[in-house]
């Protein structure tokens, strides 16, 4: 069965398990909004458990915005859940402020020892570095890129990595999107580092992971068709791309990345489970053009690889 809230929409979303159950984090805003689009400056993070992936208990949020002024005091969005040597949880997500209308996206994080109640943390807000990255009015996009971090830890240099939505200051400025990266030796104070790869006929490169999938360094991320002018979309492209590649710290094979059929999904995401077994989840982004707002059942990897259509179409009622 599909994530569904009656009353919220749901979109870009990732999990955690703490070896019990899995932790189900996501974007949520009120379908009382009418206008989807309008769903982004109100964005909170939501919160489910589940033993099985499939049936869910929803939780209190576990973020919603911050105190004015604050570099989140609009909107808290996507971001990645990681627990350090100590036990404690990291929560790193995207915060919007009001000062820039939205339009500059910074990186914060959020700490708990039992997932359930999150205090805002420590760590330096991190914005991009001029040096390296596409700032605010510098180029045609309409938005500073700086969002949706994966953070993972790295045993070939022992350090905390951070790959991140971002854009480059040089190219195309349709095509600038690249891996943004920073590194941390304790997951608190962060370096930025110059970009993992280099702009390669995409807009922008959303929910980006970096994840080891059998042996193979592989990057998934997810670009609508129309935000990737430099690349011959097929038909059937719903947006999510995976690439493989060296390490899990580059270079990737993107200008040769493939894409997914998942049919209406966005925001994919892979996530090992227990058992080993690979699966890819995301949230039914659009039906006949309309918004859905809810988040699709994790399906295997090796299916979709295969080409099989795991995600049927789901009935859309009139609110």
């Not at 949020?61 to 100590?86: E, H, I, K, R, Y």
Request: with cysteine; charged share 20%; proline share 7%.
């Amino acid at each position: 069965m599909t994530f569904r809230l009656p009353d919220h929409w749901v979109w870009d979303s990732w999990l955690a398990d703490d070896g019990e159950n899995y932790h189900l984090f996501f974007l949520r805003a009120s379908r009382a909004l009418i206008d989807p689009h309008k769903r982004h400056f109100r964005a909170s993070i939501g919160h489910a458990v589940s033993a099985d992936l499939e049936q869910w208990t929803l939780l209190p949020d576990a973020l919603a915005a911050g105190d004015s002024p604050g570099f989140d005091d609009l909107a808290t969005w996507t971001g990645c859940t990681v627990q350090g040597p100590d036990g404690t949880w990291h929560l790193f997500y995207t915060g919007v402020s009001r000062a820039e209308n939205g339009l500059q996206q910074r990186i914060g994080s959020a700490v708990s020892t039992d997932l359930i109640t999150w205090t805002r943390s420590d760590m330096p807000v991190l914005e991009a570095d001029p040096r390296w990255y596409e700032k605010l009015g510098e180029g045609t996009w309409v938005d500073e890129a700086w969002r949706d971090p994966f953070v993972f830890f790295d045993h070939d240099t022992q350090l905390w990595q951070m790959v991140i939505t971002a854009r480059s200051r040089f190219g195309d400025p349709d095509q600038r999107a690249v891996v943004g990266h920073a590194v941390s030796a304790d997951l608190t104070t962060w370096s930025i580092r110059p970009p993992l790869s280099q702009p390669a006929g995409f807009g922008e490169m959303e929910v980006i992971q970096s994840r080891d999938i059998d042996g193979t360094p592989t990057l998934l991320f997810s670009c609508l068709p129309d935000r990737a002018p430099g690349i011959p979309f097929h038909t059937s492209s719903t947006g999510t791309w995976i690439a493989q590649g060296q390490s899990l710290l580059g270079p990737w094979d993107i200008t040769g990345s493939s894409s997914f059929f998942v049919p209406g999904v966005y925001a994919a995401q892979l996530f090992q489970k227990r058992d080993g077994k690979w699966v890819v989840f995301g949230f039914q982004n659009s039906v006949d053009g309309r918004f859905v707002g809810e988040i699709a059942n994790p399906a295997p990897l090796t299916q979709i690889l295969a080409g099989e259509s795991l995600f049927p179409r789901i009935p859309v009622t009139a609110m």
